[in-house]
C-alpha cells in the first residue's frame, strides 16, 4: 500500500506566552497539551502526552484499541466516563480572537458550555449512543445551534442544509427521521454535522469515518478539510485507519499504552516508521499483503472447495423490501436482488450506507421478511426459527447496542449456549475461555461489562458470541469498522482459518473495500437496493463495469491525490 501526504509547512518554535512554559509550547498553537496523565480509580491509562495543533492543521493520533486515543479526545474536551479524571498536566486553547491562553484543565462547568460547540467541537465515535433515540434528527442538529444564540426557526433551517452538507440524500426527509430509522453510516453524518455546526477553531473527531463507506467517506472527511482551508479550523483526528490519516493529516502522533511512541509529519511516520511498534502497525494495513486466496496461505485452494464447484449453501432470489415513511412515502431499501454463496465460499456485499446491505443481510438471516423473493439455506427456506438460529449468526455492525451492557462478557458470550441448552454450567465457561482466546482477548475479560471494554474489545466479544454454537453461516455486518488495524488485521486472520478448518461460508457486508478484498471470494456491489455488478473480487475490484463500483474504488484514501488545502500560520 503507498501512502500520500503533503507535509506539513516548517514553522519556527517559538514559545506561546501564557500557555504552559518557555520554550514548552508550539508557535501559535491553538491546542497545546503537556504532560497529560488520566486515571480510571486508582489505575493511570494515559501517562503523559504531549501535543500541539496549530490552526488549519490536521494531526491524526493513532495507536490500536486500548492505547489511550479516546481517553485522551474526551478529556480534551471534559467529557471523561464515570471514574475518569485528569491527574496531572496542562491542557490550553488559543484562538486567532483571543490574546489569553485558556487552561481547560481549570474549567469549570458553567464555562466548558462557551467551548464546547462554538470553540471545540467534538464527533463522537459510537453514533448509537451519540444521538438521543427519541428526537428527530433535524432537531438535535438545531439544537447545537439554538444554545449558542440561532433562532430556531433559523436553526432548522440550517439544520436542513447542513445535513446536506454532510452527505444524507434528501435532507428534508432525514431532518424528520429518528435516529433509529437511520443507517450506522447516516447517523455518524449527523454526528459530523451537530459537532461542525457552529464551525469551531478545533474539532476533536473521534473516529469520525469507522462507520461510513468510501464514497461518504471521502465527503466528510472534504468537509473537515474544507472547514480547515476555509476557516483555518483545526482538527485532532483519532483514527485507526492508517490510510485515512496518512491521506488526510498533516502529523501523525502514534499512541501505545497511553503513551506517544512516535510523531512526525505523516509521510514520515507513515512511510518509513521508526519505531517497532509503527512499523507493526503500517504493515498489518488490509491491502499491504497480497489476499489469502492469491497466495495460497491460509485459506488455501487445497482446503477451500472450488467456489465454481461446491454446491449452494446460501440462495437469494428477487428479494425486495419497502419500508413505511409516513405520510405514503414508501423507501424500497432491497429491489430485485439475487446472488448464490457456495457452501464454504465468502461473499461480499458493499455499498454505500442506506444501499441495502444491512437490509439484506437482516432477510438472509430471517429477521425481516421479503415482501417478494425467496432466501433459502441448503435448499430449505429461511425461517425465524431455532434451526436457522443455530446454522446462521450475525455479527452487528455496532457492538456497543448488540451487547446487554448489564452482562459480564462471560454471561454475553454464553447467551446462545444457554438459549440452545449446549453444555453444563463448567462446559460453557470452558467454552467462553476458548472462544475469547480465539478472538485474542485475555480470558481475565470474562467478568468485566462492555462499557469497561474500548470499542475494539467489544466488537471482539461480538465475534466470539457468533461463533458460540459453530453455525454454518456466518453473517458479518462491518464487523472490522470499530478495529484498529492490527486488531483487523488478526480477526481476519481468524476468520480464514476458521473458514478452512470448519468449512464456515460468510456473506460479508462492508464499506471497507480493502478488507473485502482481502476477505472474500466473490463480491457484489449495491447502490440505491439494487445489484449492479457481481463477480470475483479480483475482476470487479480491478476492472469495474459499472461507474458506481469505479466511484467505490476511486473514494478508496489513497487511490486519488490528497485534496490541495491551502497553509495557515
Not at 15 to 38: C, D, F, I, K, W
Not at 169 to 175: F, G, K, T, V, Y
Not at 509 to 521: E, G, I, P, W, Y
Request: overall charge positive; glycine content about 10%; proline content about 7%.
Amino acid at each position: 500500500m503507498t501512502f500520500t501526504t503533503r507535509q506539513a509547512a516548517a514553522r519556527d518554535v517559538v514559545p506561546v506566552p501564557g500557555a504552559v512554559g518557555a520554550g514548552e509550547g508550539a508557535p501559535g498553537a491553538l491546542l497545546t497539551v503537556r504532560g497529560l496523565r488520566v486515571a480510571y480509580g486508582g489505575r493511570e491509562v494515559v501517562h503523559g502526552i504531549d501535543l500541539d495543533v496549530r490552526p488549519g492543521e490536521v494531526v491524526a493520533l493513532v495507536g490500536e484499541s486500548g492505547s489511550g486515543k479516546s481517553t485522551t479526545a474526551h478529556a480534551l474536551v471534559g467529557l471523561l466516563p464515570d471514574g475518569g479524571h485528569v491527574t496531572g498536566g496542562e491542557v490550553r486553547l488559543t484562538d486567532t480572537g483571543h490574546e489569553r491562553a485558556v487552561s481547560l484543565t481549570a474549567l469549570l462547568p458553567d464555562a466548558w458550555r462557551r467551548v464546547r460547540g462554538v470553540r471545540i467541537g467534538l464527533v463522537p465515535q459510537d453514533p448509537g449512543a451519540g444521538l438521543d433515540p427519541v428526537v428527530r434528527v433535524g432537531e438535535q442538529v438545531a439544537e447545537a445551534l439554538v444554545v449558542h444564540g440561532t433562532p430556531r426557526r433559523d436553526a432548522r433551517r440550517r439544520a436542513v442544509e447542513i445535513l446536506g452538507a454532510v452527505g444524507l440524500d434528501h435532507p428534508e426527509l432525514r431532518a424528520r427521521q429518528y435516529p433509529h430509522q437511520l443507517s450506522g453510516g447516516m447517523r455518524q453524518r449527523v454526528l459530523v454535522g451537530i459537532a461542525t455546526a457552529c464551525e469551531p477553531r478545533l474539532v476533536i473527531a473521534d473516529e469520525p469515518t469507522s462507520a461510513l463507506d468510501v464514497t461518504v467517506q471521502r465527503r466528510v472527511l472534504d468537509l473537515l478539510a474544507d472547514l480547515t482551508s476555509r476557516t483555518g479550523t483545526a482538527v485532532l483526528l483519532i483514527t485507526h485507519d492508517l490510510a485515512v490519516a496518512a491521506h488526510r493529516a498533516d502529523r501523525v502522533v502514534v499512541l501505545k499504552d497511553g503513551r506517544v511512541v512516535e510523531e512526525g509529519p505523516a509521510r514520515q511516520v507513515l512511510g518509513a516508521p521508526a519505531h517497532p511498534y509503527t512499523r507493526e502497525l503500517v504493515a498489518a494495513v488490509p491491502g499491504r499483503a497480497t489476499s489469502a486466496a492469491a497466495t495460497n496461505s491460509v485459506p488455501s485452494a487445497a482446503v477451500l472447495p472450488d467456489a465454481a464447484a461446491a454446491p449452494a449453501l446460501l440462495e437469494a432470489r428477487g428479494l425486495v423490501k419497502e419500508f413505511r415513511l409516513g405520510r405514503g412515502r414508501r423507501l424500497r431499501a432491497v429491489d430485485d436482488v439475487s446472488f448464490t454463496v457456495p457452501r464454504g465460499s465468502a461473499y461480499a456485499l458493499v455499498g454505500e450506507s442506506g444501499s441495502g446491505k444491512s437490509t439484506t443481510a437482516r432477510l438472509v438471516l430471517g429477521l425481516e421478511r421479503p415482501d417478494a423473493g425467496s432466501v433459502r439455506l441448503d435448499g430449505a427456506p429461511v425461517a425465524d426459527d431455532r434451526a436457522t438460529r443455530r446454522r446462521t449468526q450475525l455479527v452487528h455492525q455496532d457492538p456497543y447496542s448488540s451487547l446487554d451492557p448489564r452482562f459480564t462478557v462471560s454471561a454475553v458470550v454464553q447467551e446462545p449456549l444457554r438459549a440452545h441448552r449446549v453444555g453444563d454450567r463448567a462446559e460453557r465457561r470452558d467454552r467462553v475461555a476458548h472462544l475469547l482466546e480465539q478472538v485474542h482477548l485475555s480470558p481475565d475479560l470474562a467478568g468485566r461489562r462492555p462499557a469497561e471494554l474500548s470499542g475494539g474489545q467489544r466488537q471482539r466479544v461480538a465475534i466470539a458470541r457468533a461463533l458460540a454454537l459453530d453455525p454454518e453461516l456466518l453473517v458479518l455486518d462491518e464487523p472490522t469498522s470499530a478495529l484498529d488495524v492490527s486488531v483487523q488485521a488478526r480477526v481476519l486472520e481468524l476468520l480464514d482459518r476458521l473458514r478452512a478448518e470448519r468449512g464456515l461460508t460468510y456473506l460479508f457486508v462492508s464499506h471497507d473495500l480493502a478488507v473485502v478484498r482481502q476477505v472474500a471470494d466473490h463480491v457484489g456491489v449495491l447502490s440505491a437496493g439494487r445489484l449492479v455488478e457481481t463477480g470475483p473480487v479480483g475482476r470487479v475490484f480491478d476492472h469495474p463495469a459499472h461507474p458506481y463500483t469505479a466511484d467505490l474504488i476511486a473514494a478508496i484514501p489513497g487511490a486519488a491525490r490528497r485534496p490541495d488545502r491551502k497553509d495557515h500560520p
